[in-house]
């Protein structure tokens, strides 16, 4: 912990105490060195970590109310794809300065995203640095029963939720415009540019959806480093190959957004064929594809099937990777 101008502890109590839910299993949230808080019997710890780093994970000079929902939603959108129930969140933020109106901001959309879900701030750390945002979420699943990767068999339909792809493009098109020029994606609507930076703003984190799929899917990710490249990490963790059927694909993105492009925050997931009529019937979620014998991703495209190929640069057919080159 660094000192910052307002007083790191005046800061801490200003925007952060209090944020989100107040609940009944917090036994004593922030303040003290370490939160207790009370998990339910029967039930297994769900733990996640996932960091924004400015001019990483969202162009430098985003709307802070979009960077603290983002930050939150990553999180959530973890916790869903294990089928768990969100409870509590710790908030790590290293700020270059202490700008006011940026927390303000930053803390109402991540403690309006948290209210939402019903998840309570219990702690965090705050430090000087370049801006970088890291948080946990803690939740749980009932025991024995939290939805992995590795589960997925030959023969079992794949459906993904939402529109992935569309975050991708609306990146691309707040690039285009923050740097000045009318660059687009290769969309014509001028609402979906609209609609598409939305879903890259404040993506939606498929909690719900998550828990409905607890009895009913047999793997599930979600989909953060582009659809190819997860649907490649469910599939290898699986030991199966999977078919994605680009026709089905609900995005109207441009098509390397759809393939490859990240930050959807949707869930990709198996269904044994006993239940794809239970799963078919949920709102919002597509089929998209199957699982098979043998390994890797194959595309299929009016009736011909090709290995899916790879993208350049670091959203490459493994999904987006830090440390490619
Ligand atoms: P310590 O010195 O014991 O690490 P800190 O001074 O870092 O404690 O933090 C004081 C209290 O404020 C702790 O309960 C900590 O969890 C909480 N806290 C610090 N930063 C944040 C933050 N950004 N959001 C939420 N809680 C925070
Ligand atoms: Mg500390």
Redesign the pocket.
């Given at each position: 912990?660094t000192g910052v101008a307002l007083g790191?502890?005046a800061l801490?109590d200003r925007y952060?105490?209090d944020?989100g839910a107040q609940r009944a299993d917090v036994r004593l949230g922030?303040?003290?060195?370490?939160?207790l808080l009370r998990l339910p019997p029967g039930e297994d710890l769900v733990a996640v970590s996932d960091t924004l780093v400015d001019g990483v994970h969202f162009p430098s000079g985003s709307d802070p109310r979009s960077v603290g929902h983002r930050a939150l939603a990553v999180n959530l959108s973890d916790i869903a794809a294990m089928g768990g129930t969100p409870r509590w969140a710790?908030?790590?933020?290293t700020l270059p300065s202490v700008d006011e109106a940026w927390l303000e901001a930053f803390a109402a959309g991540f403690g309006d995203l948290a209210l939402g879900h019903g998840v309570a701030?219990?702690?965090?750390?705050?430090t000087r640095g370049p801006l970088t945002i890291g948080v946990q979420v803690l939740g749980s699943v009932p025991a024995g029963q939290g939805l992995r990767r590795s589960g997925a068999r030959a023969g079992d339909a794949l459906f993904v939720s939402g529109t992935p792809g569309d975050a991708a493009a609306g990146l691309a098109s707040l690039m285009g415009r923050s740097e000045g020029t009318d660059h687009r994606t290769g969309t014509d609507a001028p609402t979906d540019a609209a609609a598409f930076e939305a879903r890259f703003l404040f993506p939606t984190p498929r909690v719900a959806l998550g828990q409905a799929l607890l009895p009913l899917a047999s793997a599930c990710i979600d989909v953060s480093d582009g659809l190819v490249g997860d649907l490649g990490k469910l599939a290898a963790a699986s030991g199966c190959a999977a078919v994605l059927d680009v026709d089905a694909l609900p995005s109207k993105a441009p098509r390397h957004c759809v393939l490859h492009g990240g930050d959807d925050y949707e869930l990709l997931f198996t269904v044994p064929p006993a239940r794809v009529a239970a799963v078919a019937a949920l709102p919002g979620v597509t089929r998209i594809g199957e699982i098979r014998a043998g390994e890797g991703v194959s595309l299929r495209e009016a009736g011909r099937e090709t290995a899916a190929a790879s993208a350049a640069g670091p959203a490459g057919p493994a999904g987006y990777d830090h440390f490619a080159r």
């Open positions: 912990m790191e502890f801490i952060f105490r944020r922030v303040g003290d060195d370490g939160a710790l908030l790590s933020l701030l219990v702690g965090g750390d705050t």
